[in-house]
């Protein structure tokens, strides 16, 4: 169970057990409200290190722009304020979670002027796919669910509700043994993972899925970048299920995730059936990148 000691509400912190709402809270009802997960890592020097703070800041406001909440702060105070819920819940390293709700007041679908209301939390994560997963790699299994469509689910937001096609998918390949699920969008082609975005290498060349049916990960952006700056060819194009079968190597990416290799597809092993060269060379650089070891990349990080 995850417990910490303090959550951000409202502009004020309150105690891990005190941070409740209303059961007529809308967002409950109706899904309409947006978030992020955020990563902090301990860098060998000691100091904490948010990835990418900005950016996953942005991304909220830009969540909030898309579903019509007017987030009551400036970006800055958010970016204050998750910072500060390390240091108030004597994290050096985990996992944070702020997330924008519509609050109780009228119901229906059309939210009035309830209160926009937001709380950050943080706790301790490990690894999102086990240990095992993120040095062996995982099985997936293609999920029978759809990524949610383009003009159904606002994809370029992270709205809570949006997380009922990833878990509706996450639960059927679980159910059947796998650890993790993928989604083709509506047109039949690879969309991306219930939590992570999906890269593929053929032949040293890097593939992955263009922003249309998925979230624009910012993880996936670091990849790209380390990816080209390390003499690798990246392409943003659409691929098939069986361009993946035939993949010498796959891989997810995401906060939580990070970079999960994955072995196998559908019961087909992907290239030896292990994490392949390139997957670990930029498995390698992004967590000494996280980690504060290469300087390459230090603009992304926020020492707190
Ligand atoms: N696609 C989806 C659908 C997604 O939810 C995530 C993040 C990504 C891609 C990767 O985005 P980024 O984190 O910016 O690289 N998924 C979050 C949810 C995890 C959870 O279970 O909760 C995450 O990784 O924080």
């Known amino acids: 169970m995850i417990r910490e000691k303090k959550i951000w509400l409202d502009g004020k912190l309150v105690d891990w057990d005190e941070a409740n709402v209303h059961i007529l809270t809308h967002t409950l009802h109706y899904g309409m409200g947006v978030f992020e997960g955020i990563r902090c890592y ?7 290190a948010i990835f990418r703070l900005r950016e996953h800041t942005r991304r909220l406001f830009d969540s909030a722009h898309i579903s019509q909440m007017e987030i009551p702060f400036t970006q800055d105070e958010i970016n ?3 910072a500060s819920i390390l240091k108030e819940n004597d994290l050096s390293e985990g996992y944070i979670r702020p997330l924008v709700f519509i609050g109780d007041g009228a119901m229906g679908l059309h939210p009035g002027k309830n209160k926009i209301r937001v709380a950050i939390a943080g706790w301790t994560w490990g690894a999102y796919l086990g240990d095992d997963g993120l040095e062996n790699g995982i099985r997936t299994k293609i999920s029978s669910f759809a990524r949610n469509y383009v003009n159904a689910g606002m994809t370029k937001a992270k709205i809570v509700g949006n997380y009922v096609n990833s878990t ?3 639960r059927e390949v679980v159910a059947a043994g796998y650890d993790e699920a993928l989604l083709l969008d ?7 993972g219930s939590g992570e975005n999906i890269f593929i290498v053929r032949d040293g060349e890097i593939k992955t899925t ?11 952006d670091s990849i790209i970048e380390i990816a080209r700056d390390n003499g690798l060819k ?3 194009e659409r691929f098939t299920r069986d361009e993946l079968y035939i993949a010498d190597e796959c891989f997810l990416t995401g906060t939580a995730a990070e970079i999960t290799p994955v072995r196998e597809v559908d019961d087909r092993a992907i290239g030896t059936g292990k994490p392949g060269p ?3 060379k930029l498995q390698k650089i992004f967590f000494d990148t996280v980690k504060g070891r290469d300087k390459t990349y ?7």
């Open 42 to 48: 301990k860098s060998d020097d000691g100091r904490s």
């Open 234 to 236: 990246v392409t943003e």
């Open 278 to 280: 390139v997957t670990k």
């Open 168 to 170: 509706l998918a996450k």
């Open 210 to 220: 263009p922003n249309t049916s998925i979230l624009k990960g910012i993880t996936r």
């Open 80 to 82: 204050e304020a998750t």
């Open 298 to 304: 230090e603009r992304w990080l926020n020492y707190v």
């Open 186 to 192: 509506t047109d039949g082609y690879l969309s991306e």
